[in-house]
């Protein structure tokens, strides 16, 4: 069954978004590495995080949820030898995570996922974990399913990742948490640094030096987590959804509380603060991190600009939705540099393009990239977008029915669940018109 996202008049209204997917995944990793009881709160509970929940359990951690987003920890300072599959499902941050998380303890653990997840590549986490000393089974074409096996000998390794991604950074780190001397991580690009935040915040020691555009972090081995309380903040990549419908509709009158201000996660609200007028106000701290609240005050024309190089890593996941933004623009968008796209939930870049083409926005696909010409103000609409079993894509055409001149349809919504729960409810509190049909 189809859903279809038709024009409506007016978006307005105050949302919180959910809590952020990332925090959420390490909020819960974390918590089940350290020994003794942590409490969290505002945690998303969509199903990526969920099965890293499950995983956690599997692997012998305890944990209830208490009430919506509250949950409650007990780890046992380690991880032990789960007794059956561990499935991440959709999940590309669980998996690669849990697997840094994994490799130092002596355990044989079966990994698989969904269609989308087994296509894509283990071997950016794989290779540095081989070096440590942590092997593979059924590993050869470097995707899942596999069996991991892991060591309680790991040696510490001086890494340079080859891609730009905080999933390859924050795998080696954990992993470095139990090998045997310094584990240093050098990465050209500083990509979202929410495993250093939150680490230091467990009582882990470790070092930042920048270096260029990017950082080398240094991890000494044999440390333990601390157990301790963490509120997650709300989510940028949800409300990047959320303010796009805002800045599509000219009367639109909205407010987002709790965006997120740091660096590596704020590309895009920087991004759409250069295409339109948008207002920051109240600035306060959630957990370590700079939030704000966003208002938006009706957009009369959106301005196409194109996304700096160094800028791509902070708005890696927000791609699908900016693009959906520069249709609604005046002028050419042309995004490049974005290559890491084609190993998402799905290939974003041809995803994103057909996306656009079905609802009539002239769009060329590159290598690395797109290029866009804007609709100003007049996206044609009256397609139907293939989801591919990716949440942000779904998420993406649904908001651009919001003011298309058509109904935009998607032939498949269930992966929303993964990342963003409750969607469709803030969808509707704006004054969207998303159903089944
Ligand atoms: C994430 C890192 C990003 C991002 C993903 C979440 C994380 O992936 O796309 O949704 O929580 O570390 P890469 O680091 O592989 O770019």
């Known amino acids: 069954m189809k859903w279809f996202s038709s024009p409506v008049t007016h978006i307005s209204g105050q949302i919180v978004p959910p809590g952020d997917k990332s925090c959420s995944h ?21 199903d990526d995080v969920l099965r890293t929940a499950a995983a956690c359990r599997q692997l012998g951690a305890n944990i209830t949820r208490t009430g919506f987003g509250h949950w409650t920890v007990t780890g046992k300072g380690g991880f032990s030898q789960p007794d059956a599959p561990i499935d991440f499902g959709n999940s590309g941050t669980g998996s690669r995570l849990m697997m840094g998380a994994m490799a130092g ?21 794989l290779n540095p974990l081989y070096e440590m000393g942590a092997k593979a089974e059924n590993a050869e074409d470097g995707r899942f399913p596999l069996t991991l096996i892991g060591s309680d000998q790991l040696q510490s390794i001086d890494y340079t990742s080859p891609v730009a991604s905080a999933q390859v950074k924050s795998c080696v780190l954990l992993a470095g948490l139990k090998a045997k001397g310094t584990t240093i991580l050098r ?14 915040g467990f009582g882990v020691e470790l070092s ?41 509709d000219p009367g639109s009158d909205v407010v987002i509380d709790g965006h997120m201000m740091n660096p590596t996660r704020n590309g895009f609200l920087r991004m759409i603060q250069k295409m339109a007028d948008v207002e920051l106000t109240y600035p306060r701290t959630v957990s370590g991190e700079d939030v704000v609240t966003v208002v938006i005050k009706g957009e009369t024309g959106l301005k196409a600009c194109d996304p700096p190089a160094e800028i791509v890593p902070a708005m890696i996941d927000e791609f699908p939705i900016f693009a959906v933004l520069a249709a609604f623009a005046k002028g050419e968008t042309r995004v490049t540099g974005v290559e890491e796209l084609r190993v998402k939930e799905s290939d974003r870049i041809t995803a994103t393009v057909d996306m656009l083409r079905v609802n009539g926005v002239e769009v060329e696909e590159l290598e690395d990239g797109f290029v866009i010409q804007g609709c100003d103000g007049k996206v044609p609409g009256g397609g139907t977008v293939e989801a591919r079993h990716d949440h942000r894509i779904a998420m993406s055409a649904l908001v651009m029915g919001v003011k298309a001149q058509k109904p935009v349809s998607v ?27």
């Open 208 to 248: 930042q030096k920048q270096d260029g555009d990017g950082q080398v972090v240094s991890i000494e081995g044999g440390q333990t987590l601390k157990a301790g309380d963490f509120t997650v903040p709300a989510d940028p990549s949800s409300a990047a959804f959320l303010l796009a419908t805002a800045l599509i």
């Open 411 to 437: 032939d498949d919504i269930s992966m929303i669940a993964t990342s963003y729960p409750e969607f469709f409810d803030h969808m509707a509190q704006l004054g969207a018109d998303i159903r089944e049909g």
């Open 187 to 200: 990465e050209a690009r500083f990509t979202r640094d929410h495993t250093e935040r939150m680490l230091t």
């Open 26 to 46: 390490r909020a819960i990793l974390f918590a089940s590495l350290a020994k003794g009881t942590s409490y969290i709160s505002g945690l998303l509970e969509g």
């Open 105 to 125: 303890y002596a355990l044989r653990a079966e990994l698989t996922g969904d269609e989308s997840l087994c296509s894509r590549p283990m071997n950016r986490v």
